[in-house]
């Protein structure tokens, strides 16, 4: 059975750090893209960050672009979404997903990845 297991999340104040790290099971990811998304409540969900499934190529919505960072670990089949300088308008259920092959940057902003996990939740007190 595959499954992605969102961990890290929690409650932290404005201008602070998180971790998030989703970990893979039930099969190998090295050959999927790993993106991340979030969902406030009330609102839709929207893409956060993606890594390629190369490892070569990221991208981020302008909202967080130059705060999150996400990165890799085939070995460990786990992808993980730093977040710096949190504002509480991070608030959100955070969901990890995967997508088979995927590396340009329209294939990792949208919806239609093949796999995603349960979600973690952030909130970000002021």
């Known amino acids: 059975q595959v499954q992605l297991v969102e961990s890290g999340g929690g409650l932290v104040q404005a201008g602070g750090s998180l971790r998030l790290s989703c970990a893979a099971s039930g099969r190998t990811f090295s050959n999927y893209a790993k993106g991340w998304f979030r969902q406030a409540p009330g609102k839709e969900r929207e893409f956060v960050a993606a890594i390629s499934w190369t490892g070569g190529s990221t991208y981020y919505s302008d909202s967080v672009k130059g705060r999150f960072t996400i990165s890799r670990d085939n070995a460990k089949n786990t992808v993980y979404l730093q977040m710096n300088s949190l504002k509480p308008e991070d608030t959100a259920v955070y969901y990890c997903?995967?997508?088979?092959?995927?590396?340009?940057?329209?294939?990792?902003?949208?919806?239609?990845?093949?796999?995603w996990g349960r979600g973690t939740q952030v909130t970000v007190s002021s």
């Open positions: 997903a995967a997508k088979y092959l995927a590396w340009r940057y329209s294939d990792c902003v949208g919806y239609e990845y093949d796999y």
